[in-house]
């Protein structure tokens, strides 16, 4: 069973870079796929917000393309998630997710604040 | 980039009922269409995807269909744990956009 593990700050100030990291079990992210990020603000609905390949391809949403990077580390099997001059419309849940065309394993989700 | 809209945004229906709900995209997307649960507080599911294709372990009473640019769910006979809102989700040109979902209740 594939498991996906988000971890990092669950505040960040306005202004600062909001940082996550995906670690993924049972199975390895060089085999293949596209590692996906999505959040979901409080109430709100579902934003997808990029994607990677296992070689380092990236497709980002283009209302956030100007500030968003997501990399891939095969090596510690995670792919990591930076998005840069947060705001508070920034405050979301944010889920890693597999996939290539619909995304069928996702974490647990972590909750990250922006407020100073 | 593609613009998904859903309808109803929200429902209210009894044990048993047949329920429909519709996902539309601004552009054709042949069968990249994926259809997602979410109950309070949890997790995305997959339900659904290539429009029609059944998630392995969800149940039959779910299914899907459509193509182009109009999509729909279907519960065949609702049931109280499939209370939750659903989302679909389109793919096209490596984008991928959510539908602003439909809340599902009694």
């Known amino acids: 069973q594939v498991q996906l593990q988000e971890s990092g700050p669950g505040l960040v100030k306005p202004s600062e870079t909001l940082s996550l990291t995906c670690t993924v079990s049972?199975?390895?992210?060089?085999?293949?796929?596209?590692w996906g990020w999505i959040r979901q603000s409080p109430g709100k609905g579902l934003e997808w917000i990029g994607s990677?390949?296992?070689?380092?391809?990236?497709h980002y949403t283009t209302s956030l393309k100007s500030r968003v990077t997501i990399s891939v580390d095969t090596s510690k099997n995670q792919f990591s998630l930076k998005l840069r001059s947060v705001t508070a419309a920034d405050t979301a849940v944010y889920y890693c997710?597999?996939?290539?065309?619909?995304?069928?394993?996702w974490g647990q989700g972590t909750l990250v604040t922006v407020s100073s | 980039d593609i613009q998904m809209t859903q309808s109803p945004s929200s429902l209210s229906a009894s044990v048993g009922d047949r329920v429909t709900i519709t996902c539309r995209a601004s552009?054709?997307?042949?069968?990249?269409l994926a259809w997602y649960q979410q109950k309070p507080g949890k997790v995305p599911k997959l339900l659904i995807y290539?429009?029609?294709t059944l998630q392995s372990g969800v149940p039959s009473r779910f299914s899907g269909g459509g193509s182009g640019t109009d999509f729909t769910l279907t519960i065949s006979s609702l049931q109280p744990e499939d209370v939750a809102t659903y989302y679909c989700?389109?793919?096209?040109?490596?984008?991928?956009?959510f539908g602003p979902g439909t809340k599902v209740d009694f």
């Open positions: 290539s429009a029609s």
């Open positions: 049972s199975y390895a992210v060089s085999s293949g796929y596209y």
């Open positions: 989700q389109s793919y096209n040109s490596a984008l991928f956009t």
């Open positions: 990677i390949s296992h070689i380092g391809n990236t």
């Open positions: 552009q054709g997307i042949s069968n990249f």
């Open positions: 997710a597999r996939g290539d065309f619909y995304f069928d394993y």
